[in-house]
């Protein structure tokens, strides 16, 4: 009866650690202070950067002509750049915003527009293959702005990412 209580309580302790993964979060753009955090920006891992490359060409960060903050940041040089729509299409082969942004050549209006945006805050949770994406984008049009706030999900398997969730560009999973 003792060993049967020693395997089980082994058992449920293994189960336990198995499934139990360690979260990490990489807070690029942090709520406090709104700007890139480029000493995190160019140390990502290539899955995590290839994802900032997307929501960079989804949302400004400071943009001026041809020149966004976080896609510098990432060492992916200018906004548009062929680094830049490489690992959006390695890692994001099947997604609508993808192909929507790619086709833009990631353009994204400078800041002196009357309509342009600014990510006030962007952030990463990676649990296991899951990665939950948290931002604030403020969108200015003509002297009004709104704000689009995240959440968006995404599940990461063999080296590419498939949206579970999407609030930004969510129009085009209708």
Not at 21 to 45: E, M, W
Request: with cysteine; glycine share 6%.
């Amino acid at each position: 009866m003792n060993k049967k209580k020693c395997f089980l309580l082994h058992l449920t302790v293994l189960i336990f650690l198995t499934c139990t993964q360690a979260q990490k979060t990489y807070d690029l753009i942090p709520k406090k202070s709104g700007k890139v955090n480029r000493t995190l920006a160019a140390a990502l891992p290539i899955q995590i950067k290839a994802m900032a490359a997307l929501y960079s060409a989804m949302g400004g960060t400071d943009c001026l002509e041809q020149e966004c903050v976080l896609t510098t940041a990432l060492g992916l040089g200018k906004q548009g750049s062929d680094s830049q729509k490489n690992l959006i299409k390695k890692y994001f082969p099947d997604d609508k915003v993808a192909t929507l942004v790619l086709g833009q050549d990631c353009y994204l209006p400078p800041g002196s527009s009357s309509s342009f945006s600014n990510f006030l805050s962007l952030s990463f949770i990676v649990n296991g293959n899951t990665i939950q994406v948290n931002y604030r984008l403020a969108v200015y049009d003509h002297g009004n702005m709104k704000i689009i706030q995240g959440p968006d999900s995404y599940l990461y398997n063999h080296q590419t990412y498939k949206n579970t969730r999407r609030v930004l560009y969510a129009w085009t999973n209708k």
